[in-house]
């Protein structure tokens, strides 16, 4: 059964970066698509970025330039490089994977990982 686990949130400035990890067990990584999600309070959950097995990557108009995924299937992880973070990035961020289908629709993904804290302060 695959497990997912987030890592690498926390507070930072407008302006600063972080880099958060989502570590895969319990099955190999790489024939999977990872996709990379967040929830604002009384938000609905939108897609955030994604990566497929052969690397190919969408991301959300609005963090274009700024986030950056990428994958290291030796480690089993996806990471998502978020760079020249604003407040509206705060959000609890989500990673999830699918062996079929990959997108930035939360209800093409069948494993979800527990969820990391993201807040940008002005």
């Known amino acids: 059964q695959l497990q997912l686990v987030e890592s690498g949130g926390g507070l930072v400035q407008s302006g600063g970066s972080l880099n958060l990890s989502c570590a895969a067990s319990?099955?190999?990584?790489?024939?999977?698509?990872i996709g990379w999600f967040r929830q604002a309070p009384g938000k609905e959950r939108e897609g955030v970025s994604a990566i497929g097995s052969g690397g190919y990557t969408y991301y959300l108009d609005s963090v274009k330039g700024r986030f950056t995924i990428s994958r290291d299937n030796a480690k089993n992880t996806v990471y998502l490089q978020m760079n020249g973070l604003k407040p509206e990035d705060t959000a609890v961020y989500y990673c999830a994977a699918d062996i079929w289908r990959i997108g930035l629709s939360p209800s093409i993904y069948d494993y979800w990982g527990q969820g990391t804290q993201v807040t940008v302060s002005s």
């Open positions: 319990g099955v190999a990584l790489e024939d999977y698509a």
